[in-house]
């Protein structure tokens, strides 16, 4: 499995950011996709993670609504709608692919998943 990050960039407070994930090789459509962030010095927090057909998502208090995540299970695609971006959202943020179920409450655990992206840079000043 190969993701790859873009959308990332430069913006200012109160901006918008769409970031894009696209999945390529063996694909584990069934499973949660997430996105999760890391700023320097900080651990890797989870940001939005969504189920496979898109119908339920979950999302850290700290972006709630803000943020957006969507999927496109044809595309093999996972996207992060960033609104109102905040000085604290400056981060790497990194899309991941699980590759089997998880419990509830867990979705958002980075150790949950398998696959993980380079990344892409997103500083909000």
């Known amino acids: 499995v190969q993701l790859v990050e873009s959308g990332g960039g430069s913006v200012q407070t109160g901006g918008s950011l769409r970031l894009s994930c696209d999945s390529s090789g063996r694909t584990y459509s069934n499973y949660y996709m997430g996105w999760f962030r890391q700023a320097p010095g900080k651990e890797r927090e989870g940001v939005a993670a969504i189920c496979r057909n898109g119908g339920r998502s979950d999302y850290a208090d700290s972006v709630k609504g803000r943020f957006t995540i969507s999927r496109d299970r044809p595309k093999n695609a996972v996207y992060l709608q960033m609104d109102s971006l905040k000085a604290e959202d400056t981060a790497m943020y990194y899309c991941?692919?699980?590759?089997?179920?998880?419990?509830?409450?867990?979705?958002?655990?980075?150790?949950?998943?398998?696959?993980w992206g380079q990344g892409t840079q997103v500083t909000v000043s």
């Open positions: 991941a692919q699980a590759s089997r179920g998880m419990e509830p409450g867990t979705h958002l655990s980075p150790n949950q998943y398998t696959y």
